[in-house]
């Protein structure tokens, strides 16, 4: 099996997460005996198409332009078994890269109108299509997100070369995350399955899909996390890329989002053997107290007071945000005595090891 895959995420390395996923699956293609090119269309030249229809008059069969598209990738296409189309979802659907890639395969249908036996009209092909996978990611974390894409996509490719499987992964951009580690090992291995499976059967099996769509946290979460994330971008006016260059940190709103950051950025490794309860109670306008229970390198965040903590932190909300996001050193403002703590402060020591 020849396979051609696309990518039109303008994003590469860990940014991507179309990215990571497709180099998965085509892992698995490739383990599977497939022959699989990987094409990113940011580093090509693809114009719009321009509605001439020369393609179908003139010069029947050849686009007018004379760019990548024409002169190397609608050729490549043509020759190939089955494509991927592997596209960040922008506006509900494909995004624009993607979109345009697809429009300038124009040429290999002719301009007649026929009506297939029992459907609905269509164009005569030159020659068969290529099979297609869709694939794609989103930032929400509702799978019906993806309903409009999965509407273009069974009409467009149901009729031209068929379509093989559609993966969509929502709640994308939490993969990175250090809490789901294991979880993300477990999507990724059963997309490389996905592969292997869409050479050898040409589908995907449901129990195979199921493991790459599993939710990784409950969406209100996914809600909050998100929000914080925007809210901390917004405030200290970077963009998301330079988020990650300054390696910042979300910078909760309140005790939910204390409780939720913490919960994220918590490194099993950094606690194990240790049993503890640390306890925090906020002043300022963002009041109250909540605790946070470690036991057998597992995590729980639990609003009110504990009945005996080993280490209570009190402090003014906005402070002790400053102390954990890296905006203010912990230990001057210790001594600053812009926060106290009573109880076993070696624990507080060890929240560097503890959380990222």
């Given at each position: ?111 007649f109108m026929v009506r297939e036996e029992g459907g609905h009209l ?235």
């Open positions: 099996m020849k396979v051609l895959a696309l990518n039109s995420s303008p994003r590469t390395g860990g940014a991507s997460k179309t990215e990571m996923l497709l180099l998965k699956l085509v892992e698995g293609m490739q383990e599977a005996g497939a022959q699989v090119e990987v094409v990113n269309l940011r580093e090509k030249k693809i114009n719009f198409c321009q509605g001439c229809f020369s393609c179908w008059t003139r010069t029947p069969g050849r686009c007018i332009h004379k760019d990548d598209m024409a002169q190397e990738l609608f050729p490549k296409w043509l020759e190939v078994d089955m494509c991927i189309y592997a596209s960040p979802l922008y506006h509900f659907s494909f995004n624009a890269e993607m979109k345009a890639f697809i429009e300038r395969t124009l040429p290999f249908a002719e301009p269509t164009h005569p092909q030159r020659q068969k299509a290529p099979t297609a996978v869709v694939l794609s990611v989103a930032g929400f974390p509702e799978q019906d997100v993806f309903d409009l894409m999965s509407s273009y996509s069974r009409f467009m490719f149901g009729y031209i070369g068929g379509l093989a499987a559609e993966i969509y992964r929502p709640a994308a951009e939490l993969l990175n995350l250090p809490t789901i580690g294991d979880l993300r090992q477990r999507i990724l291995e059963a997309t490389v399955q996905a592969g292997r499976e869409l050479v050898e059967q040409g589908a995907v099996k449901p129990e195979t899909m199921q493991a790459i769509t599993q939710p990784l946290m409950p969406s209100e979460e996914v809600a909050r996390v998100a929000n914080m994330f925007w809210r901390t971008c917004i405030e200290a006016g970077v963009s998301p890329k330079q988020f990650g260059q300054k390696n910042m940190a979300v910078r909760p709103a309140d005790l939910e989002d204390y409780l939720l950051m913490m919960q994220m950025g918590f490194n099993p490794q950094g606690a194990a053997g240790l049993q503890a309860v640390m306890q925090f109670d906020f002043s300022g306008p963002v009041e109250g107290s909540c605790h946070l229970v470690i036991k057998d390198s597992t995590l729980q965040g639990v609003m009110g007071p504990a009945p005996q903590p080993d280490v209570t932190v009190s402090a003014p909300f906005e402070v002790w945000m400053d102390v954990v996001t890296g905006k203010a050193d912990g230990q001057q403002a210790f001594m600053e005595g812009k926060y106290q703590v009573q109880g076993d402060v070696t624990l507080l020591m060890r929240m560097g090891q503890m959380f990222g």
